[in-house]
């Protein structure tokens, strides 16, 4: 039995951000032991250099997108963990899988994808399960503060980015040489920073170096040309960020197993109706794939 190429790039997709539900917990274990937030960036990015020369037949309009897109994840990266030092790690995946509404908008604004009412349903099924997952424990419980509105920002960059993303790889733009430039100039921009603003992480051990190789080589490299690759393959970048609202459940999952937190109705109810919003998007070309046919 031959999978399709879309349902191929969902699967990609969701190994992505099975990775990304994991490390935020290395990446609060590098908070905890003194990193400075550019740091944990700059070490999320210094492992695309060994891709560096695999590069072949490069086009000038790669570069220009991934330098774009580069920009894009910098600042979506550097607020993202800025805002995770004073919140919990759930908060803070919560937060950063609300923008997944904003991606039909977004679409529709910039380039005139019309938004059909599975969308709209999906959106919302998902929607009422990201906050029925986010009831209900302490853990959860914020104010509007700086951390707050510094994560809400990231959300908002890698939303554009998924959907940036999306119309690069359909308009024939490499998905492994776009993955490698934004790479590089994120990794170039973060650089400057740390160079003149921050001292080198004097904690290293075997926790912290684990830590930074999981989020560097696998939450990067892997995890982002994955996402690359399966945008291409899906060519809906609504499905991708549905499957993306699935990031807090997976760190929650983690959370259960490595830090002994208990499920709850509310919990099993959210990851019911964001898997049912995921379907959603998802069924229109599950019904013509490969997987479907008699």
Same mark, same amino acid.
């Given at each position: 039995?031959?999978?399709?190429?879309?349902?191929?790039?969902?699967?990609?997709?969701?190994?992505?951000?099975?990775?990304?539900?994991?490390?935020?917990?290395?990446?609060?274990?590098?908070?905890?032991?003194?990193? %400075?937030? @550019?740091?944990?960036?700059?070490?999320? /990015?210094? *492992?695309? $250099?060994?891709? +560096? !020369?695999?590069?072949?037949?490069?086009?000038?309009?790669?570069?220009?997108?991934?330098?774009?897109?580069?920009?894009?994840?910098?600042?979506?990266?550097?607020?993202?963990?800025?805002?995770?030092?004073?919140?919990?790690?759930?908060?803070?995946?919560?937060?950063?899988?609300?923008?997944?509404?904003?991606?039909?908008?977004?679409?529709?604004?910039?380039?005139?994808?019309?938004?059909?009412?599975?969308?709209?349903?999906?959106?919302?099924?998902?929607?009422?399960?990201?906050?029925?997952?986010?009831?209900?424990?302490?853990?959860?419980?914020?104010?509007?503060?700086? %951390?707050? @509105?510094?994560?809400?920002?990231?959300? /908002?960059? *890698?939303? $554009?980015?998924? +959907? !940036?993303?999306?119309?690069?790889?359909?308009?024939?733009?490499?998905?492994?040489?776009?993955?490698?430039?934004?790479?590089?100039?994120?990794?170039?921009?973060?650089?400057?920073?740390?160079?003149?603003?921050?001292?080198?992480?004097?904690?290293?051990?075997?926790?912290?170096?684990?830590?930074?190789?999981?989020?560097?080589?696998?939450?990067?490299?892997?995890?982002?040309?994955?996402?690359?690759?399966?945008?291409?393959?899906?060519?809906?970048?609504?499905?991708?960020?549905?499957?993306?609202?699935?990031?807090?459940?997976?760190?929650?999952?983690?959370?259960?197993?490595?830090?002994?937190?208990?499920?709850?109705?509310?919990?099993?109810?959210?990851?019911?109706?964001?898997?049912?919003?995921?379907?959603?998007?998802?069924?229109?070309?599950?019904?013509?794939?490969?997987?479907?046919?008699?």
């Amino acid at each position: 039995m031959k999978i399709s190429d879309k349902a191929y790039g969902s699967l990609l997709i969701h190994l992505a951000v099975f990775f990304w539900g994991f490390a935020f917990i290395p990446q609060k274990i590098l908070l905890q032991s003194g990193f %400075s937030s @550019l740091y944990i960036v700059f070490f999320r /990015f210094i *492992f695309i $250099l060994f891709c +560096v !020369f695999f590069i072949k037949n490069i086009h000038f309009s790669t570069i220009k997108r991934g330098l774009f897109l580069g920009l894009l994840l910098f600042t979506a990266m550097l607020t993202q963990v800025y805002g995770l030092r004073d919140l919990d790690v759930s908060v803070s995946s919560f937060l950063v899988s609300t923008s997944m509404v904003l991606i039909p908008i977004l679409n529709y604004i910039l380039f005139k994808k019309k938004i059909t009412i599975f969308n709209i349903l999906a959106v919302f099924s998902a929607g009422i399960g990201v906050v029925f997952f986010n009831q209900g424990t302490s853990s959860v419980e914020f104010s509007w503060n700086s %951390s707050v @509105l510094l994560t809400l920002l990231s959300s /908002f960059c *890698f939303t $554009l980015h998924i +959907v !940036f993303t999306s119309h690069f790889v359909d308009n024939d733009s490499p998905p492994f040489q776009l993955h490698i430039f934004q790479s590089l100039f994120a990794l170039v921009a973060v650089s400057i920073f740390v160079l003149f603003l921050e001292d080198f992480p004097k904690v290293w051990n075997t926790e912290t170096i684990s830590s930074v190789i999981f989020i560097g080589f696998v939450g990067t490299v892997v995890a982002y040309g994955m996402l690359a690759y399966g945008q291409k393959l899906t060519q809906d970048p609504l499905k991708t960020g549905l499957i993306m609202s699935l990031e807090p459940v997976w760190t929650f999952i983690f959370a259960i197993i490595l830090l002994s937190e208990s499920l709850t109705t509310n919990k099993l109810l959210g990851i019911f109706f964001i898997a049912f919003g995921i379907f959603l998007c998802e069924w229109q070309s599950l019904k013509k794939s490969y997987l479907l046919k008699k």
